[in-house]
């Protein structure tokens, strides 16, 4: 089942369980695969592509959440908390720090990466292979640690 099917149905549910939260959050995610697909210029995103706005709205709503701790705004807070809950359920299952760890220790080996000065090359061949399932900075303080 494609994600915009899976979207409609559980959109279709949250209409029914009165989930006006989830209701607004599913509605966001379609509208941006669907400006998406308007900008690329396609009818359907691949699956790649959809991961790709999948991980662009965690981030935003990761960076609204650092923001609104500064500001001590706990009633904004929850509720990104919450839209958080619902978009990860629609990402594949997050890798473990460790997975993560034999991963780019792999790359690097294959690449020949052993200093500070290949970040960049390792960032570059990690991020494909981890894409939706290992948020960007982890990876990065990873392969730095790793480095260094």
Do not use: W
């Not at 915009?4 to 006006?20: I, P, T, V, Y």
């Not at 790359?107 to 000065?117: L, Q, R, V």
């Amino acid at each position: 089942m494609s994600l915009l099917d899976r979207l409609s149905g559980d959109m279709k549910e949250a209409m029914k369980n009165k989930e006006k939260e989830r209701l607004s959050v599913i509605r966001m995610i379609k509208a941006s695969l669907q400006n998406e697909a308007i900008k690329l210029g396609k009818k359907q995103l691949t699956d790649d592509e959809e991961l790709t706005v999948l991980s662009r709205e965690v981030k935003q709503r990761k960076d609204s959440l650092h923001e609104f701790e500064k500001a001590g705004r706990t009633d904004l807070i929850e509720k990104t908390k919450k839209e958080l809950t619902y978009i990860n359920a629609y990402l594949p299952e997050q890798l473990s720090e460790d997975e993560l760890k034999s991963i780019i220790e792999q790359t690097m080996a294959d690449i020949g990466a052993s200093s500070k000065a290949d970040i960049g090359k390792v960032m570059a061949a990690v991020m494909p292979k981890v894409k939706g399932k290992a948020d960007g900075a982890t990876v990065n303080r990873l392969v730095q640690r790793l480095l260094s």
